[in-house]
Nanobody
Framework: QVQLVESGGGLVQAGGSLRLSCTAS????????MGWYRQAPGKQRDWVAT???????NFADSVKGRFTISRDNARNTVYLQMNSLKPEDTAVYYC???????????????WGQGTQVTVSS
């Protein structure tokens, strides 16, 4: 139905930057919120940031002031710009999108496959 494909992960030194991208494709009527979660080894998946269809953004306290989230509605793409990265930001990052399918009246959440971000000290 809907596929989310992420890119942009990798290895970076502490203090560096990375930009993640995530593009949704498939049977999409519209997309409400899009966002990012992350999961470090042995830990639960934690919310990182969200952007609404109108552009309102919210961030977890741990990334506030260092990460920004944006989206290109025409391309069904969400971005996560990560600056001043710390070793504790190391995790698999997952994007999600709340998609309104053509045959539904309420949105459904879809997830990407995850992209690894590793920050070395």
């Amino acid at each position: 139905q809907v596929q989310l494909v992420e890119s942009g992960g990798g290895l970076v030194q502490a203090g560096g930057s990375l930009r993640l991208s995530c593009t949704a494709s498939g049977s999409i009527r519209s997309i409400n919120a899009m966002g990012w979660y992350r999961q470090a080894p042995g830990k639960q998946r934690d919310w990182v940031a969200t952007v609404t269809s109108g552009g309102t953004t919210n961030f977890a306290d741990s990334v506030k002031g260092r990460f920004t989230i944006s989206r290109d509605n025409a391309r069904n793409t969400v971005y996560l710009q990560m600056n001043s990265l710390k070793p504790e930001d190391t995790a698999v990052y997952y994007c999600n999108a709340d998609v309104l399918l053509p045959w539904n009246s309420s949105s459904q959440r879809f997830w990407g496959q995850g992209t690894q971000v590793t920050v070395s000290s």
